[in-house]
């Protein structure tokens, strides 16, 4: 009790300089905009619940912005980090992933969100599912319904985009305009050479289940391939599919499906199914190209689309050579989830650009044309999966849509915790060790608690 | 000659200890400069072709890498070079003037606090950075000094590292009896120091500059906590910025023509700043 | 006149505080504030998870008797050494060796700029990029080891990232690349502070340049010497980014390339100043004692 008094006396102190600084310094920083208007709404915050005039985007890329700019209504650009909309003033805090440095500066703004001048006020960030929890799970997150966004407005969005920003409570908390279901995308000429058909009918039940997966990487290898590029790709595939959290009771735990990752990757690696490396390297990626001899990759549209070298000659994306099957299990891999931040003063400004941006059908299956998205509204989606002119030029004129509709709507997501980023990158590097022969597995798992509890000194195993 | 390589260093004629020296002198630079043509190579590569590993041989792209990544793109590198180049060079310049400064002191007079203040700063100079980093951003918030560039140029006036140099200089070449002839004459102690000392500095001076340039242009870790204005921001923030883009936008070209082109104003400044190290003796003044 | 005098030197001493001014004001504004906070901090248990924080509760000794009982400790503090050996030896053996033939008249060795010039460069490359063009040419693909295979030294690809003394060797190897050209310049300033008549003097007296190198370049340049041990040291024991990067922040295999710092780090990713701050105290009284150790071994061997 002490403590909280003793905070707020420090917070009217920091306040009250902070008015003070504001007074005295209009020759010093005149040049800054933001400083006359802090001045005028610091009258404006007084009188009552009005429209704040800044509204303070926090996200880590131009992803969102770019969105913004092409589909919101209304929105104009004034320069790389400034907007308007209507009379209110957009304003982009851009800060990289790199080193954490996103979140650390999220973090610092949150944790003065109360103190914070109304215009400098946190009014909406960006998460991403990895880490979605540790904001969703906060009371610095407004809830959706309180920003008048209710359940039907949501009704066309899948399921799982809603499990990854929903709080131990079942209060919603977040929206996304995209859904990123993955796929297995294997190589037609390899699937001709091994399995004598490149037909996704014919390939899917090769790589049904796991039992199936590592039979048919058998007869992979006796002809060359490796079945994925590396252990690393199917991580996804498991970590998405798990029936326990990775934390329980403060402890971590370590999910049945997850186990059983690390013995499958295990006996693959020892078979010389796959290799071990990090995903995005040079070794990981050769398998873009024929001669890399690399069956599948596991991975959503994007993946397909920007990332497999299609605009290379020699590539077995520019030929046109890859093919969309289901694979083992559905997964879901990457995504951007929009949140507001608790006291902010836009609430109705941000509830205008969620419903606009992640329920709108129109402008979503905009987002679908213009930006090759694929957008979280199953009408806008299931429509574009009907459509025969639309093909993947990658996957040889396939249209994966409906497969990757299929996956979207099987995907669940409800064992997520705070603790996933962290359990999900050291998991994975400390296995790699045991992969290579370097450790045994118990210690590999010992390295894997330990990296844990140095990242979350709360937990415990 | 051949032969004689084979001999004891001491009696080696002086033709094989040439040759000698010139053959781990080219392997030395070859080492040194591969490292400039693999990013240039890959600056010139385009994103698929990066993903294939690498080549030696050059590709067509770079001028469209400088185009859509850096001139052209949505983040203000141009804008973010002038800001490297302002935060680097007046780190620099403080860093070095500051630096001389307090070795002056502490090699110069004589008084009470000198033994204290010497080893005081040594030992100083033994904190690792990292975790007074923290403290420095909390301080930086107090003092409303987020989005200046006052946090990132400052600090730079009390340099340990840079001080213990200077003063490790002074001892081998600023001999007293100059100062104390500078006395005689009639010269301030200010303006002995900027006339006399500072000139007489001037390798160490240099040297301490590019040194303090460099890992000001290259650091990363506080501006990127402290920046977050895009117009404010230097090019290792911008760099990462590049890295961490969406898929629709992500292109390791562009990010290699980044960084070949932040690159290239260090170069600059290093061979402006190198002619007073390498040109040969430049020392005047009394030898002790 | 004597007093006088004595008068005079106490006029012209308190100059040595003026100049001394700007230093202390900067520091104790900038660096010793959040210093004392890191020292106060180390003995509060003080983290965050995730956005809760926890503490700060006064604990006592508790985090350094913790960071003691597990026991890694002395692990990072043993890697960090080895991989700071394997690149220095290297780096000052062939800096003392490129400066002393830089300085020896006798070779009139030319392109000296152009030799001068280049060693510094690779320090110029951000630590980050540098990493990127080094896993280009070590991964299992790359040019490395297809020149490998060609000349047959090796059957299969060798994975360099997955084995102890590689990882060492090639932190040790980036650390040795981007380094030995500062230290070289280092030295080389202070080669250039030394009077050449010494070096004629002793040509005349019919010194070969290995006696000239010992009798007279290395004593001469002691202090530049000992500034670069020191630094060195520390730069060594605070070594970060290179094996950070690298090795993607694990230190791995088996966190057998994880250094002090890098402990550290994995710290400050919950904010524990806690911890944090007691690991920094005790590198802190670590750098101290080794860097005494240095001190008093040079300045001895000195006198």
């Known amino acids: 009790m002490k403590k909280r008094a003793l905070s707020l006396i420090l917070a009217t102190a920091m306040v009250a300089g902070s008015l003070v600084a504001c007074g005295g310094s209009t020759g010093a920083a005149s040049s800054e905009p933001a400083a006359e208007a802090e001045a005028e709404t610091e009258a404006e915050a007084e009188t009552g619940a009005e429209e704040g005039s800044v509204l303070n985007v926090y996200c880590w890329n131009e992803e969102f912005k770019t969105r913004v700019k092409d589909h919101y209504p209304g929105y104009e650009e004034v320069d790389a980090t400034h907007g308007k909309i209507g009379d209110i003033e957009v304003v982009w805090n851009i800060t990289p992933n790199e080193n954490n440095a996103y979140q650390n500066n999220l973090d610092e703004a949150l944790l003065k969100q109360d103190e914070a001048a109304a215009n400098d006020k946190v009014d909406l960030f960006l998460i991403e599912a990895d880490y979605a929890l540790k904001y969703v799970g906060s009371d610095y997150t407004m809830p959706i319904a309180d920003l008048g966004i209710t359940e039907e407005d949501l009704a066309n969005q899948y399921s799982y985009t809603k499990d990854v920003v929903t709080d131990s409570n079942g209060v919603l908390k977040g929206v996304s305009w995209q859904g990123c279901p993955g ?42 391939y490796q079945v994925v590029s590396s252990v690393n790709d199917t991580y996804r595939v498991y970590s998405n599919n798990v029936t326990s959290p990775w934390v329980v009771d403060g402890k971590i735990n370590i999910d049945a499906n997850i186990d059983k990752w690390v013995d499958d990757s295990k006996a693959l690696v020892d078979a010389g199914y796959a290799g071990t490396h990090d995903l995005w390297g040079d070794d990981w990626s050769k398998g873009f190209y024929p001669e890399g001899k690399v069956f599948a990759y596991f991975g959503p549209a994007w993946l397909i689309d920007f990332c497999m070298a299609a605009d290379t000659e020699g590539s077995i994306a520019n030929a046109g050579g890859w093919a969309a099957t289901e694979g083992p299990q559905g997964f879901n891999w990457g995504g951007t989830w929009i949140c507001a931040a608790a006291g902010t003063d ?3 400004e941000i509830a205008d650009i969620m419903r606009q941006l992640t329920c709108n059908v129109d402008i979503m299956t905009d987002i679908v044309k213009d930006d090759n998205d694929f957008v979280n509204n199953k009408p806008a989606m299931e429509a574009m999966a009907q459509d025969e002119t639309y093909g993947d030029a990658v996957l040889g004129g396939q249209n994966a849509l409906p497969m990757f509709c299929a996956g979207a709507d099987k995907i669940v997501m409800d064992q997520i915790t705070i603790y996933d980023q962290g359990c999900n990158e050291e998991f994975q590097k400390a296995m790699k060790g045991y992969f290579e022969g370097t450790t045994d597995k118990e210690s590999a798992i010992n390295a894997f608690y330990k990296a844990v509890v140095e990242k979350y000194p709360d937990l415990t195993y | 000659m051949e032969k004689n390589t084979n001999k004891k260093a001491k009696g080696l004629p002086i033709g094989a200890r040439r ?65 490297s180049l302002f935060v680097a060079g007046c780190s620099a310049v403080l860093c070095t003037y500051f630096s001389t400064m307090t070795a002056y002191a502490i090699h110069v007079y004589n008084f009470r606090f000198k033994k204290f203040m010497s080893t005081f700063i040594l030992a100083v100079m033994m904190i690792p950075t990292q975790v007074t980093a923290l403290g420095f951003l909390q301080l930086v918030g107090k003092m409303k000094l987020e989005d200046n560039f006052i946090p990132l140029i400052v600090p730079a006036v009390a340099a340990p590292v840079t001080y213990f140099y200077m003063k490790q200089y002074m001892e081998s070449t600023l001999p007293l009896s100059l100062i104390e002839a500078a006395r005689i004459d009639g010269s301030g102690e200010f303006r002995t120091f900027n006339t006399i000392t500072l000139p007489l500095m001037k390798p160490a001076i240099a040297v301490q500059a590019i040194f303090t340039f460099v890992s000001s242009w290259n650091n990363y870790f506080i501006p990127a906590l402290v920046l977050h204005k895009d117009k404010m921001k230097t090019l290792p923030i911008l760099i990462a910025q590049l890295r961490s883009a969406d898929f629709l936008k992500f292109n390791m070209g562009h990010v290699y023509a980044a960084i070949a082109f932040s690159i290239f104003p260090v170069i600059v400044v290093y061979l402006i700043l190198s002619k007073y190290i390498v040109g040969g003796t430049t020392l005047g003044g009394v030898k002790g | 006149m004597d007093k006088a005098k004595s008068k005079k030197v106490v006029s012209y001493n308190k100059w040595g505080y003026i100049f001394l001014i700007p230093f202390v004001v900067v520091y104790c504004v900038f660096q010793l ?24 509760n006064f604990v006592g ?41 830089f300085s020896d008249p006798s070779l009139r060795l030319k392109y000296q700029r152009f030799f001068k010039t280049v060693i510094y460069l690779p320090n110029l490359i951000m630590a980050s990029a540098f990493a990127m063009l080094f896993f280009t040419l070590f991964s299992e693909s790359g040019p490395i080891n297809s020149i490998l295979l060609n000349l ?25 690349i981007m380094w030995f050209g500062n230290t070289t310049i280092l030295l080389m300033a202070g080669m250039m502070g030394i009077d050449p008549s010494l070096y004629e003097a002793a040509q005349v007296d019919g010194a070969t340049a290995t006696q000239i190198f010992f009798q007279i370049t290395l004593p001469l340049l002691r202090p530049i010497l000992l500034y670069v041990m020191i630094t060195s040291l520390i730069g060594g ?60 071994i040079n300045t001895r061997t000195s006198k």
């Open chain 2, 19 to 83: 040759a000698i020296a010139y053959a781990v002198l080219i392997l030395v630079s070859l080492l040194c400069l591969i490292w400039f043509y693999i990013l240039f190579i890959n600056a010139t590569r385009s994103k698929g072709e990066l993903t294939r590993g690498f080549t030696p041989i050059p590709s067509t792209h770079l001028i469209q890498n400088l185009k859509n990544g850096v001139f052209h793109g949505t983040l203000p590198f141009v804008r973010g070079m002038l800001n």
């Open chain 1, 183 to 224: 796929v297995m995308i294997y190589n037609r000429e390899a699937a001709k050479e091994v399995f004598g058909s490149d037909a996704p009918e014919d390939i899917q039940p090769k790589f049904a289940d796991w039992d199936a997966f590592v039979a048919s990487a058998k007869e992979l290898k006796d002809k060359g």
């Open chain 1, 346 to 348: 836009n609430a109705a």
């Open chain 3, 61 to 101: 000794f508790q985090n350094y008797v913790k960071l003691f009982t597990n026991g890694d400790l002395l692990i990072y503090a043993k890697n960090t050494m080895i991989m700071w050996i394997l690149g220095f030896v290297p780096q000052i053996l062939v800096s003392l060796l490129l400066g002393a033939w």
């Open chain 3, 33 to 56: 504030v959040p210093l004392a906070s890191t020292f106060y901090n180390s003995l509060f248990e003080n983290y965050r998870s995730g956005l809760t924080q926890v503490g700060p």
């Open chain 3, 237 to 296: 024991l605070q070594m970060f980014d290179v094996p950070q990067i690298l090795t993607n922040g694990t230190g791995d295999p088996v966190r057998s390339s994880m250094t002090l710092i890098m402990y550290l780090n994995k710290h400050l990713y919950s904010k524990n100043y806690g911890l944090g701050g007691a690991l920094s105290v005790l590198l802190f009284i670590i750098t101290g004692i080794l860097s005494l150790i240095v001190f008093r």
């Open chain 3, 152 to 176: 047959g030294i090796i059957s299969a690809p060798y994975k360099f990232m997955s084995h102890v003394w590689s990882v060492r060797g090639l932190v040790a190897l980036m650390n040795f």
